[in-house]
T-cell receptor
């Protein structure tokens, strides 16, 4: 079974708005990663946050991590049509990653 | 282009046939992973290699599946006697070597979409 679960399953927003996606996981982690997948393509790594970090930024992305609640959130600010994709959180160890089912984000121009 | 490449990108086969996919990882990466992804789901781990050694296999990897990385560079994933349930996107990824208790960024290829008719 997959460890991470994203919420919501689907999100539709207007271009320029912010998008927030949440991820919950089950066991203790050393880090958590977020990936993006455009339709029918491979995944692209967005950001990695370590268990001793609470917040991390990368461009228009902001990730938070709450290990006490076993949850993380990904915020995309000032969304663009090109941000339309599925977003996955992933946890795991060196040997493999466990992915959630993803949040399907649609940004309407 | 120094990214992860996969071939073929698409494969249509009849049930019962064998298929083989190839993955070329980023050259400096010692670790190579195979995942399977079905529609509407996240990738599911199948197996991984540290150099040429296959160190872990998921229970999803039935006896009909076999993966190799003979020289620690490219890898192949073979499915024998394909079934309709094998229809999925097969993703390959590579990464630097990580300590056992943590994970590093994985670089994914574009995937091979398998359709079994």
């Amino acid at each position: 079974s997959q460890q991470g679960e994203e919420d919501p399953q689907a999100l539709s927003i207007q271009e320029g708005e912010n998008a927030t996606m949440n991820c919950s996981y089950k066991t203790s982690i050393n880090n958590l990663q977020w990936y993006r997948q455009n339709s029918g393509r491979g995944l692209v790594h967005l950001i990695l946050i370590r268990s001793n970090e609470r917040e991390k930024h990368s461009g228009r992305l902001r990730v938070t991590l709450d290990t006490s609640k076993k949850s993380s959130s990904l915020l995309i600010t000032a969304s663009r049509a090109a941000d339309t994709a599925s977003y996955f959180c992933a946890t795991g160890r060196a040997n493999n990653l466990f992915f959630g089912t993803g949040t399907r984000l649609t940004v309407i121009p | 282009d120094t990214g992860v490449s996969q071939n073929p990108r698409h494969k249509i086969t009849k049930r019962g046939q064998n298929v083989t996919f190839r993955c070329d990882p980023i050259s400096e990466h010692n670790r190579l992973y195979w995942y399977r992804q079905t529609l509407g789901q996240g990738p599911e781990f199948l197996t991984y290699f540290q150099n040429e050694a296959q160190l872990e296999k998921s229970r999803l990897l039935s006896d009909r599946f076999s993966a190799e990385r003979p020289k620690g560079s490219f890898s192949t994933l073979e499915i024998q006697r394909t079934e309709q349930g094998d229809s999925a996107m097969y993703l390959c990824a590579s990464s630097e070597t990580a300590p056992w208790d943590t994970s590093y960024e994985q670089y994914f290829g574009p995937g091979t979409r398998l359709t079994v008719t």
